[in-house]
């Protein structure tokens, strides 16, 4: 083994540059090589990743934040006039955004709370021994395989006011045909359910994974003092879980922001502006709107620097949580 | 890891009918929508703009996804995808375990404030830099070429983290020791020690990474047009009314969606695995 590497490397090695040297003393070329390889190669090894993060991720992300205090138009991306505050007070001024504002939220909490609740019940049972475990898992994943685009588009026409599956069912129950796109809270639970439909059982695994996590002692001692099935769930499995829970919360509710393509696809050939009276336009589409139909994209740049803001934001708060959980425990 | 039968409450119960009939009731509600895209697509437009909708197979599958196929530009579409989606993901795991080693193993000046870096803007979503990259592939001229969608995906922060916490439990410390000991370079160390044991780890990150990059959208919305798309930018045109025709938009949609559902099929149980694997050490 020793011989094979040592061979190896010899043919491997570049050959040094100072002339005749190598021939007579090669040892501590070697050794000088080596040390740079260790201390070098790990620099090498991370070069890409950074490279192309700092050129795709970090450059881009700083860049959003001094063009949204230029004028810069679609039809001249490289041109870029100082404006100041301007985008971001026009923004404030215009009755459009606080809508998205209201309306990303509003579907966030229709979206996510459902969503959550109903991935910790379906995780619960999935913790069960079952029969068939892995087919239960993998088709409560496949949601999360059907893309977005195809996903809405089903639900479009399941939604359909007139042929609609939905309205079929609800008639058949002897509920009237419901316009879903055209209502604020009818258009925005219809795009919350396809965001429910999609994501659930990828956070049911997730808390399954925790759970089976939880050590059985904490089972067992709960066990010994008569707590029932129901009493070890609330007692020992969600409390357990609440690193967890607060993880899914975060990172649902960043996805939450940055819902974008099941408003624009549910709205159709006008989707941009998120229904007729832009009663599901998220910021996203917010963002999409003013860049790409308006062509301004330095206020587009000031939306996306306002949603880095809430973003930011989000995760203050949800630091301040953490550590609220820290001490209570 | 020790894994006992006994003893574990929440473990060791059997589920139920009640457990059982609530399990059949959520999987039926993930499934319909797509079988249902399968029915839509194999009608034709007349039949679903009439009470009750169909909740049976038509004859018109395969002239659908043939329409599709050609006039919705899919064929072209999948072969796009397949190839952004492919490179991504290579792209992903390789850089991803190269620097996951790195930092897993291998000591280096700014290591930590590195990871912690790489971590901190893991949770910052892709969509907030659409405008600068916007301004740069306009400004090289690339709209419209795979490029554009490429490059600035090809390598995540998740992956190098996912890669790094796989090896640090994986790899052996002296495995490497060991070999250097013997003489091994850094490269030779990488190939024959950490691609062998990091090779499970690799092939999740890669089905995560392919799945993701199959189903990315903004920014390919932004980047591309409907002359060069790929599956979700042309789903984009069909459900905007680029193809009246609703039986070919859900055989489009249905095109759009098979490969991932194959997959699925074949590797569902480690992606599952994939999935909770990382969501216990993230």
């Given at each position: 083994?020793?011989?094979?590497?040592?061979?190896?490397?010899?043919?491997?090695?570049?050959?040094?540059?100072?002339?005749?040297?190598?021939?007579?003393?090669?040892?501590?070329?070697?050794?000088?090589?080596?040390?740079?390889?260790?201390?070098?190669?790990?620099?090498?090894?991370?070069?890409?990743?950074?490279?192309?993060?700092?050129?795709?991720?970090?450059?881009?992300?700083?860049?959003?934040?001094?063009?949204s205090l230029h004028r810069?138009?679609?039809?001249?991306?490289?041109?870029?006039e100082w404006a100041g505050a301007h985008n971001y007070l026009r923004l404030?001024d215009?009755?459009?955004?606080?809508?998205?504002?209201?309306?990303?939220?509003?579907?966030?909490?229709?979206?996510?709370?459902?969503?959550?609740?109903?991935?910790?019940?379906?995780?619960?049972?999935?913790?069960?021994?079952?029969?068939?475990?892995?087919?239960?898992?993998?088709?409560?994943?496949?949601?999360?395989?059907?893309?977005?685009?195809?996903?809405?588009?089903?639900?479009?026409?399941?939604?359909?006011?007139?042929?609609?599956?939905?309205?079929?069912?609800?008639?058949?129950?002897?509920?009237?045909?419901?316009?879903?796109?055209?209502?604020?809270?009818?258009?925005?639970?219809?795009?919350?359910?396809?965001?429910?439909?999609?994501?659930?059982?990828?956070?049911?695994?997730?808390?399954?994974?925790?759970?089976?996590?939880?050590?059985?002692?904490?089972?067992?001692?709960?066990?010994?003092?008569?707590?029932?099935?129901?009493?070890?769930?609330?007692?020992?499995?969600?409390?357990?879980?609440?690193?967890?829970?607060?993880?899914?919360?975060?990172?649902?509710?960043?996805?939450?922001?940055?819902?974008?393509?099941?408003?624009?696809?549910?709205?159709?050939?006008?989707?941009?502006?998120?229904?007729?009276?832009?009663?599901?336009?998220?910021?996203?589409?917010?963002?999409?709107?003013?860049?790409?139909?308006?062509?301004?994209?330095g206020r587009?740049?000031a939306?996306?620097?306002?949603?880095?803001?809430?973003?930011?934001?989000?995760?203050?708060?949800?630091?301040?949580?953490?550590?609220?959980?820290?001490?209570?425990? | 890891?020790?894994?006992?039968?006994?003893?574990?409450?929440?473990?060791?119960?059997?589920?139920?009918?009640?457990?059982?009939?609530?399990?059949?009731?959520?999987?039926?509600?993930?499934?319909?929508?797509?079988?249902?895209?399968?029915?839509?697509?194999?009608?034709?437009?007349?039949?679903?703009?009439?009470?009750?909708?169909?909740?049976?197979?038509?004859?018109?599958?395969?002239?659908?996804?043939?329409?599709?196929?050609?006039?919705?530009?899919?064929?072209?579409?999948?072969?796009?995808?397949?190839?952004?989606?492919?490179?991504?993901?290579?792209?992903?795991?390789?850089?991803?375990?190269?620097?996951?080693?790195?930092?897993?193993?291998?000591?280096?000046?700014?290591?930590?404030?590195?990871?912690?870096?790489?971590?901190?803007?893991?949770?910052?979503?892709?969509?907030?830099?659409?405008?600068?990259?916007?301004?740069?592939?306009?400004?090289?001229?690339?709209?419209?070429?795979?490029?554009?969608?490429?490059?600035?995906?090809?390598?995540?922060?998740?992956?190098?983290?996912?890669?790094?916490?796989?090896?640090?439990?994986?790899?052996?410390?002296?495995?490497?020791?060991?070999?250097?000991?013997?003489?091994?370079?850094?490269?030779?160390?990488?190939?024959?020690?950490?691609?062998?044991?990091?090779?499970?780890?690799?092939?999740?990150?890669?089905?995560?990474?392919?799945?993701?990059?199959?189903?990315?959208?903004?920014?390919?919305?932004?980047?591309?047009?409907?002359?060069?798309?790929?599956?979700?930018?042309?789903?984009?045109?069909?459900?905007?009314?680029?193809?009246?025709?609703?039986?070919?938009?859900?055989?489009?949609?249905?095109?759009?969606?098979?490969?991932?559902?194959?997959?699925?099929?074949?590797?569902?149980?480690?992606?599952?695995?994939?999935?909770?694997?990382?969501?216990?050490?993230?």
């Amino acid at each position: 083994m020793t011989a094979t590497a040592e061979a190896a490397r010899d043919t491997q090695a570049p050959p040094p540059e100072g002339p005749g040297k190598e021939r007579t003393r090669p040892r501590p070329w070697r050794s000088r090589l080596c040390r740079w390889d260790v201390r070098y190669s790990p620099y090498a090894f991370v070069a890409p990743f950074f490279l192309f993060f700092s050129a795709f991720g970090v450059f881009p992300l700083l860049y959003t934040g001094w063009a949204s205090l230029h004028r810069v138009e679609l039809s001249s991306p490289d041109h870029m006039e100082w404006a100041g505050a301007h985008n971001y007070l026009r923004l404030l001024d215009d009755d459009f955004f606080w809508n998205a504002l209201r309306n990303t939220f509003t579907i966030g909490v229709l979206s996510t709370v459902p969503q959550l609740l109903m991935a910790l019940g379906l995780a619960h049972l999935l913790h069960f021994r079952l029969r068939a475990a892995s087919f239960w898992r993998v088709a409560l994943l496949t949601p999360y395989a059907t893309s977005v685009a195809a996903a809405t588009l089903v639900f479009v026409l399941l939604y359909g006011r007139d042929y609609g599956m939905v309205n079929w069912a609800l008639g058949a129950a002897g509920i009237g045909p419901v316009d879903w796109q055209s209502g604020r809270w009818t258009s925005q639970l219809a795009v919350s359910s396809i965001v429910i439909w999609r994501w659930t059982g990828y956070n049911a695994l997730i808390y399954l994974a925790a759970m089976q996590a939880v050590p059985d002692e904490l089972y067992e001692s709960a066990a010994l003092d008569g707590a029932s099935r129901t009493q070890q769930f609330r007692h020992v499995t969600v409390p357990a879980l609440r690193p967890t829970i607060l993880f899914t919360v975060v990172v649902s509710t960043i996805g939450a922001t940055q819902l974008f393509g099941e408003p624009l696809l549910f709205g159709g050939a006008g989707g941009q502006k998120g229904g007729a009276a832009h009663q599901f336009q998220t910021l996203g589409l917010y963002l999409y709107e003013q860049g790409w139909y308006d062509f301004h994209l330095g206020r587009a740049s000031a939306v996306a620097w306002t949603m880095f803001l809430i973003l930011l934001l989000i995760g203050a708060v949800n630091a301040v949580i953490a550590r609220q959980l820290g001490k209570t425990r | 890891m020790t894994i006992t039968s006994t003893g574990r409450a929440g473990r060791q119960l059997h589920g139920g009918p009640v457990t059982y009939a609530v399990l059949t009731l959520f999987t039926a509600g993930s499934l319909f929508p797509l079988v249902w895209t399968a029915i839509a697509a194999s009608r034709d437009n007349t039949r679903l703009a009439r009470t009750p909708p169909p909740f049976w197979f038509g004859g018109r599958l395969l002239k659908n996804l043939g329409t599709a196929w050609g006039d919705a530009h899919m064929g072209l579409a999948l072969f796009n995808t397949t190839l952004v989606a492919g490179t991504i993901a290579l792209g992903t795991v390789l850089f991803s375990t190269v620097a996951g080693f790195a930092f897993a193993k291998l000591r280096f000046r700014f290591r930590d404030a590195l990871l912690l870096l790489t971590i901190g803007t893991m949770m910052i979503p892709p969509q907030l830099s659409v405008v600068p990259l916007f301004m740069v592939v306009a400004g090289l001229g690339w709209t419209d070429q795979l490029q554009s969608v490429v490059l600035p995906t090809l390598v995540s922060a998740f992956g190098v983290f996912f890669m790094r916490q796989y090896l640090v439990e994986a790899l052996p410390t002296e495995l490497i020791e060991a070999a250097r000991v013997d003489g091994a370079n850094s490269l030779r160390v990488v190939w024959h020690i950490v691609l062998p044991v990091a090779r499970p780890a690799m092939a999740v990150l890669g089905m995560l990474s392919f799945v993701q990059a199959w189903n990315d959208f903004f920014w390919p919305i932004i980047a591309l047009t409907q002359e060069n798309p790929t599956v979700q930018v042309a789903l984009t045109g069909l459900g905007r009314g680029y193809v009246p025709d609703q039986a070919v938009v859900m055989a489009g949609a249905l095109l759009g969606t098979l490969p991932l559902l194959l997959a699925f099929t074949l590797f569902g149980r480690q992606i599952v695995g994939g999935i909770m694997q990382g969501a216990v050490k993230g």
